[in-house]
Structure formats: structure tokens, C-alpha cells
């Protein structure tokens, strides 16, 4: 699998695509194992690439919520 393949079927958003994309540090066309990929993008991310949109920004949001009320 292709890691634009990987972007489009889990429905990267253009921001993490490009991190992703740059943590990879390889050919976005170059043929990757997809287990590969998703080891890559949980490593970059903190997230299960196969979890919902909505499921994954709640995460983001409780994650900076937690950073924000430690430093108070």
C-alpha cells in the first residue's frame, strides 16, 4: 500500500497527512506493507489510524484538556 493510498483510506486530514507524510520519511508512491504504515502513523499520532474521525478528534481534545489543566 501506497502511504497516499493509507491517507485517503483513513481520511487524513491535510495537517496530519503531512506530518505523517514527513515521520515516514519515504516516497508517498513507494509500496509499503499497510502494517508498516499503521505502525508508523500510531507511532506519530498516539492514534489507532482504523478509529472514526469523530472518535479521534475527541481524543485530541481530552488530550490537550488534560495538558492545559496540568499546567494550572
Same mark, same amino acid.
Given at each position: 500500500?501506497?502511504?497516499?493510498?493509507?491517507?485517503?483510506?483513513?481520511?487524513?486530514?491535510?495537517?496530519?497527512?503531512?506530518?505523517?507524510?514527513?515521520?515516514?520519511?519515504? !516516497?508517498?508512491?513507494? !509500496?509499503?506493507?499497510?502494517?508498516?504504515?499503521?505502525?508508523?502513523?500510531?507511532?506519530?499520532?498516539?492514534?489507532?489510524? !482504523?478509529?472514526?474521525?469523530?472518535?479521534?478528534?475527541?481524543?485530541?481534545?481530552?488530550?490537550?484538556?488534560?495538558?492545559?489543566?496540568?499546567?494550572?
Amino acid at each position: 500500500m501506497k502511504a497516499v493510498e493509507f491517507i485517503r483510506k483513513y481520511e487524513l486530514s491535510s495537517a496530519l497527512a503531512a506530518g505523517f507524510l514527513d515521520h515516514l520519511r519515504r !516516497d508517498p508512491e513507494e !509500496d509499503v506493507q499497510e502494517e508498516v504504515l499503521r505502525n508508523a502513523f500510531k507511532e506519530f499520532s498516539g492514534i489507532e489510524p !482504523d478509529r472514526s474521525k469523530k472518535v479521534r478528534t475527541s481524543e485530541i481534545n481530552v488530550d490537550e484538556d488534560e495538558k492545559l489543566s496540568s499546567k494550572a
